[in-house]
């Protein structure tokens, strides 16, 4: 069953026309990837799904019922999350206050424990580190500390933008193994990303964005030994 469908989704911004018309979907329990060089609008999709930024035309369906014209800060109750490019952490906050503040939508004592477990299950370096300045942290700790933040909210579908940026080598394994472990405890996962050798290694579907268009799709595998794709972005 598709969890969310994006159909005929167009952005501009001003004369310029970002997204030209994609269409695609993620079924529950997947994890899909949108892949593609740098300029290739994966970022303005996934914002423009969020309502981050305006659409110029299209419809995006999560869950059966129709949310384009939702509100960003709406769509967290709804079920979906995003981890944006960047972290976009809260850099004076403490780690826990940042953690906290994924949950400001619910309001249960014991659901709160009871995520808060599960985030620290995934991210323990964060538990030992619960009052530290979220500012000091290494790249990769506060890729953990956004991924924990959305995670809080107890999202069905979670929105990945870039995650690797600017990380270490282990710090991407890291990184991919926790995505993996997230997607198996239940929740379906959208992962912009420009490793695509990584992103396709964990993907049940992927898609190729070239200036604004769904050029191929297929699952993880296929595009993996997809030899344009190989040629394009694999460095083969």
């Known amino acids: 069953m598709a969890l969310l469908e994006v159909n005929d989704l167009k952005v501009n911004y001003g004369l310029i026309k970002a997204i030209k018309g994609i269409s695609f979907h993620v079924d529950e329990g997947e994890i899909v990837s949108l892949i593609g060089a740098n300029g290739a609008s994966k ?7 969020c309502g981050i930024i305006p659409k110029a035309s299209g419809k995006v369906v999560f869950e059966g019922k129709d949310i384009t014209a ?7 109750p709804v079920g979906m999350a995003m981890v ?29 424990d009871e995520l808060l477990e599960k985030v620290y299950g995934y ?19 506060q890729q953990m500390l956004a991924m924990s933040r959305a995670l809080m909210s107890k999202p069905k579908l979670l929105l990945l933008d ?5 990380l270490s080598p282990i710090f991407v394994n890291i990184i991919f193994d926790i995505i993996k472990e997230v997607n198996k405890s239940g929740t ?5 990303e420009q490793n695509a050798k990584k992103a396709l290694s964990i993907s ?9 268009r769904v050029t191929k799709e297929g699952s993880g595998v296929e595009l993996l030994n997809d030899e344009a794709v ?3 972005y694999l460095g083969g």
Do not use: W
């Open 123 to 141: 991210f323990p370096r964060l538990k030992e580190r619960s009052k530290q300045i979220a500012g000091t942290l290494s790249g990769g700790e």
């Open 162 to 166: 870039e995650p690797s940026m600017g």
């Open 204 to 212: 049940k579907r992927a898609y190729v964005l070239e200036t604004g």
């Open 230 to 232: 190989k040629k394009a």
């Open 188 to 192: 379906t996962i959208l992962l912009v």
């Open 43 to 49: 970022s303005t999709c996934l914002n423009a799904i």
């Open 84 to 112: 944006p490019e960047g972290r976009r952490i809260f850099q004076e906050l403490t780690v826990f206050e940042n953690i906290e503040l994924g949950f400001y939508t619910r309001n249960d004592k014991k659901e709160f």
């Open 70 to 76: 939702i509100p960003a800060h709406k769509l967290v």
